[in-house]
């Protein structure tokens, strides 16, 4: 995790490495910013023990990304509670 500002606002960018398997180990990394190092902190406890699925290039399997829609259905209960704040 990583904070970064500018004179308007700071934000939290959290880095998650991934590894899979196709034709040999692969690997990658997504990336994902909130404005609290709260929320950041939670998202990494959510994801800590969740599986979320890897896309991979069929023609080059070096390529690989993962959707937004898959992170945030495995981080709902996030969701939930900063719309409480």
């Not at 180990?25 to 939670?42: C, L, M």
């Not at 599986?51 to 945030?72: A, C, F, G, I, M």
Request: some cysteine; hydrophobic content about 30%.
């Amino acid at each position: 995790m990583r904070r970064g500002s500018s004179k308007a606002n700071s934000v939290y960018e959290v880095w998650l490495y991934y590894e899979y398997q196709c034709y040999g180990e692969q690997d990658g990394i997504f990336t994902h910013f909130f404005p609290t190092k709260a929320e950041a902190e939670a998202f990494l406890r959510i994801l800590d023990v969740q599986k979320v699925p890897v896309r991979v290039k069929p023609r080059k399997p070096s390529k690989s990304y993962t959707l937004d829609r898959d992170v945030e259905a495995r981080t709902e209960p996030l969701s939930e509670t900063s719309d409480l704040d």
